[in-house]
């Protein structure tokens, strides 16, 4: 009889103890996941929290060298997006031939220096001066 309560008492005593390790366990993952989010970053534009994904993307960057680099590391992916420029107008139109006839190549061929409307390049200065 008494083997038996002996027995009891360390079942008792075992499945106390895992229950134990079991709080432990799921206490230290919600400090570890609360670490997590307070380190997640925020956006500089709209201050919104990243999403997992763009802040995976902004952190390879910094450890992958042969990753494209990301043009706002700080930006969230809608301001992100709103910050990319537009295609070119103006004179930044003029000077990569877009929409100037004569200058448009079609698969991305690069125009000489020194050809362009009313621009003429110093090939030696490497600046821009009007023709």
Do not use: I, N, Y
């Not at 432990?24 to 925020?42: D, I, L, N, S």
């Not at 990243?50 to 706002?72: C, I, L, M, V, Y």
């Not at 090939?123 to 001066?129: I, R």
């Amino acid at each position: 009889m008494a083997d038996a309560r002996a027995r009891v008492v360390v079942r008792v005593r075992e499945e106390e103890f895992q229950a134990q390790a079991r709080r432990a366990a799921q206490e230290q993952a919600a400090k570890q996941a609360a670490e997590r989010e307070a380190r997640r970053p925020v956006c500089t534009g709209c201050g919104a929290k990243f999403t997992d994904e763009r802040w995976e993307a902004a952190q390879g960057q910094a450890k992958d060298w042969g990753a494209s680099k990301d043009s706002h590391p700080h930006l969230c992916d809608s301001c992100k997006h709103a910050a990319q420029p537009g295609p070119p107008t103006g004179v930044w139109a003029a000077v990569r031939g877009v929409g100037v006839p004569g200058l448009d190549r079609g698969g991305g061929g690069r125009r000489p220096l020194g050809v362009g409307p009313d621009l003429v390049v110093s090939a030696s200065s490497q600046v821009w001066k009007p023709a």
